[in-house]
């Protein structure tokens, strides 16, 4: 199901950006940036499928993050095509509905983020006594090695007990 998914997508990317980089050289830099938020959209909408298909829990701030970066990268891409087929036209209408759009993305992310994350810190695990009572010498004898050994790299002199 893998394969076929990302093989569907890829084709589907591909198709955009040839699509609308037909006119040449002309607007590369628009047809490389709509085809690079075509691919993080897709990117996106595949890791969300994948969760819901494998039945995996997103907590709610990342499916928010998640949901507003797929959104500000279709509004770059609808930027991106009305940019290059009516820049003259509607330029000035554009950039406050381009603004408005990535406002309201920031307004999913401020959502997102609004509580506290819970940070988990789980109690260490001990071991007994006995294990460290054979482990602790173990250690000790590696440290005078690896002395021994920086010792002879830096050619300095052991310290005398």
Known sequence: MTSRTLIVCG???LGAALYFGRNGYRSAAL???????SFIATWIVGL??????????IPTATG??????GLNSCFKILNDVV????ARSYQTAWNHA??????AVLAIWIWGLRKRAAARVSEP???????YQTLIPQVNRRLVELNEQLSQLWHTELPRP
């Open 11 to 13: 084709a589907l990317v």
């Open 31 to 37: 047809t490389l940036e709509i085809g690079l938020e």
């Open 48 to 57: 969300f499928w994948f969760a819901r298909y494998y039945e995996v829990q």
């Open 64 to 69: 928010l993050l998640g949901l507003g970066l």
């Open 83 to 86: 940019v290059e087929r009516f």
């Open 98 to 103: 381009s603004s408005a759009g990535f406002i």
């Open 125 to 131: 695990e001990l071991r007994t006594a006995k294990v």
